[in-house]
């Protein structure tokens, strides 16, 4: 169902940026990033990266943000 995968894309996203605010927020992800936005990016990075649809989702979620709004690149 689309709205389960937005929940759950969306709450790791939530989980991973009060996690980085705490650590001086080392991910730089605007402002305003919408529920949509966090699950095309979560679905493009595993389209993209088929061997590591095996990990935890929480994994492929994290990694997926983590690489498309990561600082100082």
Same mark, same amino acid.
């Given at each position: 169902?689309?709205?389960? +995968?937005?929940?759950?894309? %969306?709450?790791?996203?939530?989980?991973?940026a009060?996690?980085?605010?705490?650590?001086?927020?080392?991910? +730089?992800?605007?402002?305003?990033?919408?529920?949509?936005?966090?699950?095309?990016?979560?679905?493009?990075?595993?389209?993209?990266?088929?061997?590591?649809?095996?990990?935890?989702?929480?994994?492929?979620?994290?990694?997926?943000?983590? %690489? %498309?709004? %990561? +600082?100082?690149?």
């Amino acid at each position: 169902n689309g709205l389960e +995968c937005t929940g759950y894309v %969306k709450g790791v996203a939530d989980a991973f940026a009060f996690q980085m605010d705490a650590q001086k927020r080392p991910l +730089c992800m605007p402002d305003g990033v919408t529920a949509k936005e966090l699950v095309q990016v979560a679905v493009a990075w595993l389209q993209g990266n088929i061997p590591e649809r095996d990990y935890p989702a929480v994994a492929t979620v994290g990694i997926a943000i983590a %690489k %498309k709004w %990561k +600082c100082g690149d």
